[in-house]
């Protein structure tokens, strides 16, 4: 199954840099809703596959951008590992690339980090063909500026990644989810308190007067942090996170538009207007996560993000495209300026992120 | 070899002077002789410079007043927070401005609840922590240096300490920056949230040793204090061992909240200096900090030690008490200034590697320190890779300068040749110019001037550090073998 298609890739991109054409990047298509449409002949990354290195005691694994993130998992949890940000994968095709270039991390991350913070280097192709190099497999790598770093969440728009290279850590000895039942303002104080104290919280989520803590790690420490914070035990508690990171629970089933807002974790009301005040939501990452389902309006809803000094995007559908928050305007200066240093045809992905980027 | 870049600039010093003066109280504008001298080198004093000027602004009109006149006459600005790099990157420019935060002093906002602080730039690191400390909550990196540098300085390098296997780097401990641009435009980049929209424009800041922008403000994360912390100390006969019981604790699911080695030489100079009760007879000791709930720590104490043991470990201590944890961890911390106690001068490296390299590197760096004739110490956050030794010599020997500093560059160059990078912490600098042209092609180099030039088209902010001009290179590649014909053939590639 691995093959590396890399000198494919960069001629692909190297012609289109020449013709001027657009190129739409397809890993595994897992994650086409997130973001804007792209019209532009396909760049396939998904036969650009295999792991490269993976070394369990310096925690870092290396592979192609277009390996199956199923696989990168399998060998990491057979080594008793795992990415330590979660990711949802929203099928079985979804690859490390797009993972990456989406930068979307699951539940743990409020607790662990993103996916941009346990990215230690990749190899990508930039929009005039050039193969660079940047980063590393080592932890700590502060030679020439972040732009690994930078590719994470910039959806394909500045490179096409070849390779990834991500810290991995342990899992943990035991993962217990506790229970409450409780309304947002109460479940928002809980969730405040606990996180000021040095309890080893991996998730948390709160819907429907439930609130749910998932704790990790040596057994005594799980077992003493249960005692500390008490609510009911549940079973099924990881089929319950692993549906909510791929959003198979019954609250994603819905046609009404989904609003992904990202703000402080201690707001209690977004503030918006009295019709959509009671629309459902669903909370995460100690509250600095909402999943919100509503019809209000576009801008209403993203300048009243903007004003909490937080974003909100709305998930596309088969019918709707993806949005993004409007950058102010100093910041898309600087976010054509990076487009134009890395793809000054504008041929890859464009328009995915932004109009124009 | 080390001039800074030439620029033209549309002023003379003296108009200059003037309408710095005309918004800056003239007490915080500097320009004679003595009073620039304090200004001339950061903490690599091998690399000095006299600034056209340096500037103490108060406010951030004042910082975009300054940074938009430069612009306007084409002047370079040099950022410079406390002075601790360690890679020459606050060396001043001959031509230019000095801009130093050193007044933005204020810790602006605690907030407990959102666990974190909202600060001025020129705020010490520790002072942080020391705010936080009333709410059971800490900054968690930090840099040895940290009770002088500031945190706007660790920003601009994406600075580690002890315990960012655990805890990360700055990158990831901080959540939102204001910068000035060049041009004088404030933006703040990053929000109250956990991401913000668009590209990670704060990673890319963070490590950009101000090339990108003057940063202003910052919003770094808070942690709670751990309930309990623990150290081991494992001492080896042989550095080899030492680094295996690394490799044998993380392949037992444990990541300590630090893990340190130091060889034979820093034992004894830490020992001499602090008195630690280091063991002098051994050729490697590890200190292994262990943190989090009281049972925790308590089953992971038991299971490291046992791990050392396995590995061969010489003799394991555990730290009886809080001073006993302390002392173990004083004689690491003031490695530098202990070895620097052995010689006139010492030259700290910085590079990092994958952690299985080390008895190699460590091996390639004994004989080197031979071929030298310099001798080496080795300090190394082991659980990370992070390699820094100490060369020792003495300034005062002609020509000791110029073979220290080759001697340096060969073993950045050993780092790169066996995996790693050339700068774990400490930033490129204008000290490590060169080895960037080891470390990245003519592309990729293009490509970091071109982000450059996305934020700062006439190459004003910091000329000539961190990124090599593709001519410098050139001139360095016709010294040195280059990536097609790399250095240390003997050594394995990646
Ligand atoms: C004894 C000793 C121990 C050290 N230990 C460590 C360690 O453990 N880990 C580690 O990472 N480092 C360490 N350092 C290096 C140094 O302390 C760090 O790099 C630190 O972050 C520098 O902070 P500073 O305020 O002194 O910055 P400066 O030295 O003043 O500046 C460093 C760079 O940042 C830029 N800069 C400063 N302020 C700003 C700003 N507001 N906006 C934009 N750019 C700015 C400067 O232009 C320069 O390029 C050590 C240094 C010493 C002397």
């Known amino acids: 199954m691995n093959s590396d298609t890399s000198q494919q890739l960069q001629q692909q991109v190297q012609s289109a840099y020449k013709e001027k054409t657009a190129l739409c990047i397809v890993g595994g298509n897992s994650k086409v809703f997130y973001g804007r449409h792209v019209t532009g002949e396909p760049l396939n990354v998904s036969d650009h596959r295999g792991v490269l290195n993976y070394e369990p005691t310096e925690l870092v694994i290396t592979a192609r951008a277009g390996t199956p993130l199923r696989e990168i998992e399998k060998v990491l949890s057979d080594n008793g590992q795992m990415l330590p940000f979660e990711p949802p994968a929203f099928s079985n095709d979804a690859t490390l690339g797009g993972t990456i270039a989406c930068n979307l991390s699951g539940p743990r991350r409020a607790y662990a980090g993103a996916a941009r913070d346990f990215l230690l280097g990749c190899k990508i192709i930039n929009g005039k063909g050039e193969l660079l190099t940047f980063g590393g497999e080592v932890m700590k790598n502060v030679a020439g500026y972040d732009v690994s770093r930078l590719m994470a969440g910039a959806m394909g728009t500045l490179g096409v990644l070849l390779e990834v290279s991500l810290k991995v850590l342990p899992i943990a000895e035991m993962e217990a989810t506790q229970q409450f039942e409780c309304n947002a303002s109460e479940a928002l104080d809980k969730l405040h308190q606990w996180s000021k104290t040095p309890l080893p919280l991996s998730a948390s989520s709160f819907h429907d007067s439930v609130l749910r803590v998932r704790l990790s790690g040596a057994t005594k420490a799980v077992e003493a942090a249960i005692s500390t914070i008490g609510g009911d035990s549940t079973d099924s508690a990881s089929r319950y996170w692993h549906e909510l990171k791929e959003q198979q629970q019954d609250f994603f089933k819905d046609d009404k538009p989904l609003w992904r807002i990202s703000l402080a974790s201690d707001i209690e009301s977004l503030g918006l207007p009295a019709d959509y005040e009671n629309d459902d939501c669903l909370y995460e990452w100690g509250g600095a996560l909402r999943w919100l389902k509503s019809h209000v309006p576009a801008d209403t809803i993203q300048s009243t993000a903007a004003k909490l000094d937080g974003h909100a995007s709305l998930l596309g559908t088969p019918r709707q495209e993806g949005q993004f928050q409007p950058l102010t305007p100093g910041l898309l200066r600087i976010h054509k300026n990076l487009k134009q240093a890395f793809d000054p045809e504008n041929i890859l992905n464009p328009g995915r992120l932004y109009p124009g980027l | ?494």
């Open chain 2, 1 to 494: 070899m080390h001039n800074t870049e030439q620029v033209e600039s549309k002023i003379d010093s003296a108009g200059l002077i003037d309408e710095l003066c005309s918004f800056v109280s003239s007490d915080s504008v500097l320009f004679e002789k003595e009073d620039l001298k304090p200004y001339e080198c950061d903490g690599l004093s091998a690399y000095r410079a006299i600034p056209l000027v340096v500037v103490l602004p108060e406010t951030i009109e004042q910082v975009q007043k300054v940074l938009g006149l430069c612009h306007h006459y084409s002047v370079p600005v040099v950022a410079r927070g406390a002075g601790t790099g360690l890679s020459g990157g606050a060396l001043p420019h001959e031509q230019g401005v000095l801009l130093s935060l050193a007044k933005f002093k204020s810790i602006i906002e605690i907030n407990p609840e959102r666990r974190i602080a909202r600060v001025q730039p020129g705020v010490r690191n520790l002072a942080i922590s020391e705010a936080a400390d009333e709410f059971g909550l800490y900054y968690a990196p930090d840099p040895s240096s940290q009770i002088a540098c500031t945190i706007g300085g660790n920003v601009a390098e994406n600075s580690g300490g002890v315990h960012c296997l655990k805890y990360g780097l700055t990158v990831h401990n901080i959540q939102q920056i204001k910068i000035i641009t060049i041009e004088g435009e404030i933006l703040t980049i990053g929000g109250s949230g956990l991401d913000s929209a668009g590209y990670d424009l704060l990673a890319l800041m963070t490590g950009s040793e101000g090339m990108l922008g003057v940063i202003v403000e910052v919003t770094v994360k808070l942690l709670p204090k751990p309930e309990r912390a623990q150290v081991l100390l494992a001492a080896f006969d042989d550095v080899v061992k030492a680094g295996e019981a690394v490799g044998n604790i993380i392949a037992a699911g444990i990541i300590p909240a630090g893990l340190e080695m130091m060889d034979r030489l820093a034992i004894s100079a830490a020992e001499d200096f602090v008195h630690a009760g280091y063991p002098l007879d051994a050729e490697a000791i590890l200190l292994c900090e262990l943190d989090g709930t009281n049972e925790e720590v308590s089953e992971h104490v038991l299971k490291v030690r046992e791990l050392f043991k396995h590995s061969g470990a010489t003799e394991v201590r555990t730290a009886k008490d809080e001073n006993e944890r302390l002392t173990f961890w004083k004689g690491r911390k003031a490695a530098f200034p202990a070895v620097g106690r052995l010689s006139p001068d010492y030259y700290c490296m910085d590079g990092t590697i994958p952690r299985k390299q080390l008895p190699k590197v460590l091996e390639s760096i004994a004989t080197l320190s031979k071929e030298y004739e310099l001798p080496v110490a080795n300090v190394f956050h082991a659980g990370d890779g992070n390699l820094h030794p100490l060369i020792l010599y003495d300034a005062n020997n002609p020509g000791e300068l110029e073979r220290t500093e080759e001697f340096g560059g060969k073993i950045l160059e050993l780092c790169v040749a066996v995996g790693g990078t050339i700068t774990g912490e400490h930033g490129v600098g204008m000290e490590k110019i060169n080895q960037m042209c080891v470390q990245f092609d003519r592309l990729e180099l293009s490509q970091f001037h071109a982000v450059k030039a996305a934020f700062d088209p006439d190459g004003l902010l910091n000329p000539g550090k961190a990124v090599p001009t593709l001519h410098r290179c050139a001139e360095f590649g016709a010294m040195h073998v280059h990536k097609g014909e790399l250095p240390f053939p003997e050594l394995e590639r990646f």
